[in-house]
């Protein structure tokens, strides 16, 4: 049984909570265990910077006060009710604040970094092909990089330019644009059978060992590429992401579909990029504008 079950029969049998209560305190505790993962972090090995993190990038997406000072009530709780067990040797939780947090939003790419960055990978072999075609897909379609990974070959539609992703039992068809169907269709025909020894391997994506890639490895593949780009900004998987969602705002795409190809179950999540658009907007017009 999963630390989160056990929380949730610990919060109904013992403390009695009510089914709201239990409801919000158990989505809580899955959407950090979603960002931790992202960031190859357990739910047992979290710190408090990394519950400092989370509580950073709620605020970035524009979540309430309220949203976030629930959040600190069900993460004490939830490591409250693991330290009780053993589980935890401290509560992590503890001392981290909405207040330290700065309000600040996502990191973005300019259109010249991120032609800078997906240059990086060298044509020249099998991880290069690889690698390549990762990053086109990551930027071409904005998912997590916990979908890229899961990506199985069936997955993608290579004549019709789109691959299907799936996120909490929710289906998404996304579309492609020609430089990473390319770069895909390449890794898929010479690549991915030199690197695969198992027939039976569905996974899309592969390290050289020919098995999944993981959320970690390809974590290291972003890093390296960042420096040698020497690109300065901290780039992660969701800096391509967020840079995704940004630079279609900005060419006239509507939230609605921003949403919809992002997997956005609220729209409140998606709108933040507009306030990301309008102060890009503030930064061009100070250093343009004569008199600003």
Not at 60 to 65: F, Q, V, W
Not at 118 to 127: A, F, G, N, R
Not at 168 to 187: C, D, F, N, S, W
Not at 275 to 289: E, I, M, S
């Amino acid at each position: 049984m999963d630390d989160i079950t056990r929380f949730s029969q610990y919060l109904t049998e013992e403390k009695h909570a009510s089914a709201n209560t239990v409801s919000a305190y158990l989505r809580d505790i899955h959407q950090l265990w979603e960002y931790l993962r992202e960031h190859g972090i357990d739910l047992r090995h979290a710190d408090s910077m990394a519950l400092q993190g989370y509580v950073g990038y709620m605020l970035s997406r524009g979540k309430s006060a309220a949203s976030v000072t629930r959040f600190l009530a069900s993460s004490k709780s939830f490591y409250n009710f693991l330290l009780s067990q053993g589980d935890v040797k401290t509560n992590p939780a503890r001392g981290v604040t909405a207040a330290k947090a700065e309000r600040k939003y996502p990191e973005i790419l300019t259109n010249q970094e991120v032609e800078l960055f997906l240059e990086q990978p060298q044509c020249v072999d099998p991880k290069g092909f690889r690698d390549h075609a990762m990053l086109e897909v990551l930027y071409a379609t904005g998912i997590r990089v916990s979908e890229l990974t899961a990506l199985d070959l069936e997955d993608v539609n290579l004549a019709a330019g789109f691959l299907r992703c799936e996120n909490r039992g929710r289906e998404r068809i996304i579309p492609m644009y020609h430089t990473a169907v390319k770069a895909l269709q390449e890794y898929i025909r010479d690549v991915r059978p030199q690197i695969v020894m198992d027939p039976e391997e569905q996974a899309l994506f592969v390290n050289m060992n020919g098995e999944r890639m993981s959320r970690q490895g390809f974590w290291k593949i972003i890093k390296h590429y960042q420096e040698t780009a020497g690109i300065e900004k901290d780039i992660t998987p969701h800096t391509l992401r967020h840079s995704f969602a940004v630079h279609l705002l900005e060419n006239g795409a509507d939230l609605r579909s921003i949403q919809e190809m992002l997997g956005h179950a609220d729209i409140s999540s998606t709108q933040v990029y507009t306030h990301v658009v309008k102060n890009n907007l503030k930064d061009v017009y100070r250093k343009a504008h004569p008199r600003a």
